[in-house]
């Protein structure tokens, strides 16, 4: 499984990114797509989760009601929308997938993309 996160960048308070993740190296009928991301000092943490075949959804409390994954079966792509930014999301923010269900801890991802890093400014 190969896995290409793009979209990071500086945005101010308040402001809105896309993340975008490219999927790739097999189907992925029975995967969970998931964002993590990582703080400078802190632990890598789950944020937001997909089912791939309905499209389930799962997210942190942190990021819920501002934050909203989705995929594209037809590209092999999963988003991740990031609305009403705070400084506290500044982080390297992580697309992973497992095979049968949204991963919610790093432990079970097997299956890691390259960071993409989000600043947000005050």
């Known amino acids: 499984v190969q896995l290409q996160a793009s979209g990071g960048g500086l945005v101010q308070a308040g402001g809105s990114l896309r993340l975008s993740c490219a999927a790739s190296?097999?189907?992925?009928?029975?995967?969970?797509m998931s964002w993590f991301r990582q703080a400078p000092g802190k632990e890598r943490e789950f944020i937001a989760g997909?089912?791939?075949?309905?499209?389930?959804?799962n997210y942190a409390d942190s990021v819920k009601g501002r934050f909203t994954i989705s995929r594209d079966k037809v590209n092999s792509m999963v988003y991740l929308q990031m609305n009403s930014l705070k400084t506290e999301d500044t982080a390297v923010y992580y697309c992973?997938?497992?095979?049968?269900?949204?991963?919610?801890?790093?432990?079970?991802?097997?299956?890691w993309g390259q960071g993409t890093l989000v600043t947000v400014s005050s």
């Open positions: 997909i089912t791939w075949n309905w499209a389930s959804t």
């Open positions: 992973a997938a497992r095979n049968g269900g949204i991963a919610t801890k790093t432990t079970e991802v097997k299956d």
């Open positions: 190296g097999r189907t992925f009928s029975n995967y969970g």
